[in-house]
């Protein structure tokens, strides 16, 4: 058994991975408790602007230019989506909303391998100046950008919860997400709050895509289906609570990367998300996990 | 009928209508796979560079216009992975040939197939070439796969594959013989380097694609008979949290121990990049690579602090620091008809240059028609042949396995570009296959 | 095979003036013996003709049309007749291919054996996991299903698929030659196999037929039109979901032998978590409902990456129709091709007669 002295540098990169799961996990949650949709493209559209920055900042354009292209297209194709494919399946239960944001994801995955082709030695790479300096924890450099990346996070976390909870919008995409309809004869803009909550979720997945892009990897494949490993973080908090969401996200990446010096689990680590997200929905439910908006149930 | 069994029966017979119309289509469906005939960039005009590219035809100047020679290749090409380059480098080659007097007057006509490492679709692949496509050699096949689940069928038909290897049957069956050394043996080569650096331990890496129990056996034997601890280790890929990598190697080494890497070049940059960023890349004494991190991209992206730092197997003579006949010829033909070839100067436009220039010197010995069974007697008989690319002369032969490369370089990043730190340097016959191969082959494996 | 089935209840398109209509006594019904005759006369092609037209590049891929038509099958059980979705039938899949491959390598046992142990094990397997999985509801249990073919997928990884090794597992990583998967000894040719494939694919259907016309298949209609009035009803939803489960990973589970057989090597790459996504894509495109739909999501996911290849169209192109089709089918098609494509021409056929009368005015309209 590896001793204090091994496991303590992955509790640094550990709380680094964490925030990366944490800045998806949360950002798909905030969809889901404004328009009941688990939106499953996230990755995908993340990756895919942060790939157009990468054109861009390789055409010479200056990296913010880039970056705020990335947010503007993961905004504009979340707003798109929503407002297209929303109306149209609102009265659809949250499965089929779901499995319909896959049909975005394949189309943006297939989009992304054909417009940026693999090219046999050569690799993409997004570099943020905020990769050069940090500060040491221990025998490890942390570097800015995983500290943006948490504290982003957390950021994220304690705004949406505040505006959630206090503000009129906020209110009215709670009262949304519990049942549309009601909702609508109470005089809401129901139509123009839920392109908000799109907007906003949209703007989330480009931040999430350049940062993802620096502390992961500029790979379609890679960043798209990163968002399986956060969804587990959203289960694990039933797609309901924020904050549970964002520990569960800290949670997971800990244990994925304390896993690391243990020789026999090592090889095992990548199932971490998807083993403490089982294990939260089969064991410790009781009651069965019940679909957050009662009104759309079925079998 | 009622309206409901009339709508089912309609239901029915478009169903049928529309299964048997997908199978016409695939019955009927046109042979030809694409076929790369890149077109000239420069118009024939010759490169500024001192060679001509009518060097690599015998009537220079002379398109070839009669009855074309069939070869194929077939090559990964999948998000993530693309091998790609090497067969469409060697088509450049077949056109440059083609338009400087052909093989006797025949161009050449490469069916180039691409596969996503999918065992059923690489298995038709083959089948695919030699029923409908009658190709009568097979050159460039670069596949994680291929090797293991053709080489059967290329044996039962009597076809001798010049080939970039990977899997392992690549170089242990008697139909295919490769220009590159392979994962195994060029890690052995990156191994042996950091032995020689008298480093006291040894943490091996490398992707979890399939083989590596195969390919970690070079290493350890290497590292054994060096009485050198070696830690072997795998990854899955593609990456997603380099960091615990990066630390998990650098603790495992320690300060006087090597980290060597056999990754594609992508992953092995992510996990050098963490390092860096983790301000790990002086806790070790040496970092190694095999072969693919052998790249300008590399070295540029990795940027000063890997100066003399990390040191890279490389299979082929480097590009950058030679300028021999082949390598001004190499480039040539790279600049003006290889426009398909996305990574420009690299082992992998090298591997394509050096297969395609093999094949055609078979061919040219060929005398009569050209069949499976005279192009693949040619293509066995290729003895010493010297390509320019490689340590050695190159030897096909009949023998039952075949690592006709087994001699390297070994490079390191300066500044941006990739710098020889070691010349040509036999791969140690401690790895038992290296040793079963030297035998059989006697002097052909050996001679510079 | 019936493009539908099960009772009237879940045929929700049962226009009510049929309630009043005269009753006839029902007859064997020519339209059922037609459609018999077509289905047995497309077989007897599929199996004889077939392979002696298509060269061994198309056997070979519609080798993989069988393999992946029951896989769809699976899925369409669960997702069509149950209302259960599942992304995790690749996985699943695997399973079922490396149960056959160990099998194979350790015993000398004949093939439809080991497919049958093949299907049964990995119908354990899939009964074990429904167990507590079935406790959740619809968007939980698809997202659960996605969670364990996501651990599975790490855990092939690293277990690999057996290739002659020793032990449990069966994987020796050190080999310079690989053993391929053998055959059964009838159909060790390419096209042999591929009629083999072709046969236990339409036991399977068989199979999967029988259950729809029997009490199962009432009620899994019961079960997808309203859970809560099944359960009034008096209906076991819990029990019969568990079946669907159960049957659903044993057909599974043999399509996985019959791709050990027709790959002769497996690898855990070739089966990524988000295949089971496509899959899902293919099932809703082809129609999760019918049998037929079934078929055409093999054509979809074996043939048509073929076709294209040869036509040098890259298969991106591919994942953007499958994404396409998706969003289509969920919002206007949701029953997929197989129901579609017919409502459509019905569609035609009904204005084109229209026009017809109209020209015709001495006609007495049709009413």
């Known amino acids: ?299 | 009928m009622s309206m409901r069994e009339h709508i089912r029966s309609v239901r029915a017979a478009v169903g049928l209508v529309a299964v048997i119309g997908m199978l016409a289509a695939a019955g009927c469906s046109s042979s030809s796979t694409t076929s790369s005939a890149p077109k000239s960039t420069s118009g024939g005009t010759p490169s500024a560079s001192a060679v001509s590219t009518s060097q690599c035809g015998t009537k220079p100047g002379v398109a070839a216009t009669g009855t074309p020679i069939p070869l194929g290749a077939i090559a990964t090409n999948q998000p993530g992975t693309s091998f790609t380059d090497i067969p469409n480098m060697a088509a450049a080659y077949f056109a440059c040939v083609n338009a400087n007097g052909g093989i006797n007057g025949h161009p050449i006509k490469l069916y180039i197939v691409t596969e996503q490492t999918n065992p059923a679709q690489i298995a038709a692949d083959a089948k695919q070439l030699v029923q409908t496509d009658h190709v009568v050699g097979i050159v460039g096949n670069t596949s994680i796969l291929e090797c293991t689940i053709d080489h059967t069928y290329w044996e039962k038909l009597g076809y001798f594959v010049v080939d970039s290897g990977i899997a392992p049957e690549c170089y242990s069956t008697s139909n295919s013989a490769a220009v590159n050394m392979g994962p195994r043996y060029s890690s052995d080569g990156a191994v042996q380097y950091a032995l020689a650096q008298h480093v006291s331990k040894i943490v091996f890496d490398q992707s979890n694609v399939p083989g590596t129990g195969y390919i970690a056996a070079g290493p350890a034997a290497l590292a054994n008979n060096a009485h050198v601890p070696i830690t072997q280790l795998t990854e899955n890929v593609p990456i997603s949290d380099a960091n615990s990598v990066a630390i998990k190697e650098v603790d495992d080494a320690g300060p006087n121990g090597a980290v060597v890497l056999n990754f594609t070049p992508p992953e092995a940059l992510i996990i050098l990049q963490a390092a860096q960023k983790l301000g790990l890349e002086d806790r070790v004494k040496l970092w190694g690579c095999s072969t693919p991190c052998n790249t300008d991209f590399l070295a540029t992206s990795l940027g000063p602090k890997w100066n003399h730092k990390l040191f890279v197997n490389a299979e082929l003579t480097p590009p950058d620091t030679t300028s021999t006949q082949s390598m001004k010829l190499y480039e040539a033909i790279l600049k003006q008809y290889g426009s398909a070839v996305s990574g420009g100067i690299g082992s992998f436009s090298q591997m394509g240059f050096a297969e395609a220039e093999i094949m055609t010197h078979a061919l040219e010995s060929v005398t009569g028609a050209y069949t499976v069974a005279s192009v693949n007697a040619a293509i066995k008989a290729v003895q010493g042949f010297n390509t320019g690319m490689v340590c050695q002369g190159w030897t096909y032969g009949s023998y039952p396995m075949h690592i006709p490369n087994n001699m390297d370089y070994t490079v390191t990043p300066d500044n941006g570009k990739m710098v020889t730190a070691q010349g040509c340097t036999l791969i140690s016959a401690v790895d038992p296959q290296i040793k079963a191969y030297r035998s059989v082959a006697g002097t052909a494996a050996m001679a510079p | 095979m019936a493009a539908s089935g099960g009772s009237a209840a879940a045929d929700t398109e049962v226009p009510a003036t049929r309630a009043r209509q005269r009753p006839t006594l029902p007859r064997p019904g020519t339209g059922t013996l037609v459609r018999a005759a077509v289905i047995a006369a497309l077989l007897l092609f599929v199996l004889f003709a077939l392979p002696q037209l298509m060269s061994l590049y198309y056997v070979d891929a519609m080798t993989q049309v069988a393999v992946w038509s029951m896989a769809a099958l699976g899925l369409g059980v669960l997702v069509g007749r149950v209302g259960l979705v599942s992304l995790g039938q690749v996985a699943v899949l695997a399973i079922g291919a490396w149960v056959a491959a160990r099998l194979l390598f350790a015993t000398a046992q004949p093939y439809p054996l080991v497919l049958l142990e093949a299907g049964l094990i990995t119908m354990l397997l899939g009964t074990l996991i429904g167990l507590p999985a079935l406790r959740l509801r619809g968007l939980y249990l698809a997202l659960i299903t996605l969670m364990l073919a996501g651990a599975l997928t790490v855990v092939l990884a690293t277990t690999n698929f057996p290739n002659g090794g020793p032990g449990f597992l069966g994987y020796n990583g050190s080999q310079v030659h690989i053993p391929p998967i053998r055959r059964p000894s009838i159909a060790a040719s390419d096209p042999a196999y591929f009629r083999y494939a072709v046969v236990v694919a339409v036991l399977m259907f068989l199979l999967v037929f029988a259950h729809i016309r029997t009490r199962p298949g009432r009620a899994w209609a019961a079960v997808r039109q309203s859970e809560p009035a099944a359960l009034a009803a008096g209906i076991n939803t819990w029990f019969y979901k568990l079946w669907a489960f159960a049957l659903a990973s044993f057909i599974t589970g043999v399509a996985g032998g019959v791709l050990a057989g027709a790959n002769h090597y497996l690898y855990s790459l070739n089966f990524p978590t988000y295949y089971s996504i496509t899959l899902l894509a293919v099932v809703l495109m082809g129609g999760a409902y019918s049998l037929w739909g079934a078929v055409i999501a093999g054509l979809l996911w074996a043939l048509l990456p073929s076709l294209l290849q040869n036509w040098g169209v890259s298969a991106d192109w591919l994942t953007i129709l499958f994404g396409v089709g998706v969003l289509q089918v969920l919002t206007t098609a949701p029953r997929g091709l197989a129901d579609q494509v017919p409502k459509d021409l019905a569609r035609l056929g009904r204005a084109a007669r229209g026009l017809a009368r109209k020209r015709a005015p001495s006609e007495s309209s049709a009413g």
């Open chain 1, 1 to 299: 058994m590896p001793s204090w002295q091994d496991f303590e540098p992955f509790i640094v990169s550990g709380l680094a991975l964490g925030g990366v799961y944490a800045l998806s996990g949360v950002g798909m949650v905030v969809l889901y408790q404004a328009t009941g949709v688990v939106y499953l493209a996230f990755g995908a559209v993340g990756a895919m602007g942060a790939l157009i920055a990468w054109s861009l900042i390789n055409a010479h354009a200056p990296g913010w230019v880039g970056w705020l292209v990335c947010v503007a297209f993961a905004a504009l194709v979340t707003l798109a989506y929503g407002m297209v494919f929303g109306p149209a399946l609102a009265k659809r239960d949250p499965l089929v909303k779901a499995v319909a944001t896959l049909g975005l994801t394949l189309v943006l995955f297939g989009l992304m391998d054909l417009l940026w082709t693999t090219s046999g030695g050569q690799s993409r790479a997004i570099t943020l100046p905020t990769d050069n300096g940090g500060f040491m924890i221990g025998q490890i450099q942390v570097t800015w950008t995983q500290v943006i990346s948490l504290a982003l996070g957390i950021v994220i976390t304690v705004v949406t919860v505040v505006f959630l909870r206090l503000t009129k919008l906020g209110t009215a995409m709670r009262a949304m997400a519990n049942d549309r309809e009601i909702t609508a004869t109470l005089g809401v803009p129901v139509r123009r709050v839920e392109a908000a909550a799109w907007l906003g979720c949209g703007i989330l997945a480009g931040l999430a895509g350049v940062l993802l892009a620096d502390l992961v990897a500029l790979d379609a494949t890679t960043l798209t289906f990163l968002v399986i490993s956060s969804l587990a973080a959203a289960l694990i908090a039933r797609l309901r609570s924020i904050t549970i969401t964002f520990a569960a996200a800290i949670v997971i990446g800990l244990v994925h990367d304390l896993l690391t010096p243990i020789q026999s689990l090592s090889n095992y680590r990548d199932a971490t998300p998807f083993v403490l997200a089982a294990i939260a929905l089969l064991a410790l439910s009781s009651g069965g996990g019940q679909v957050l908006t009662r009104s759309r149930e079925e079998a």
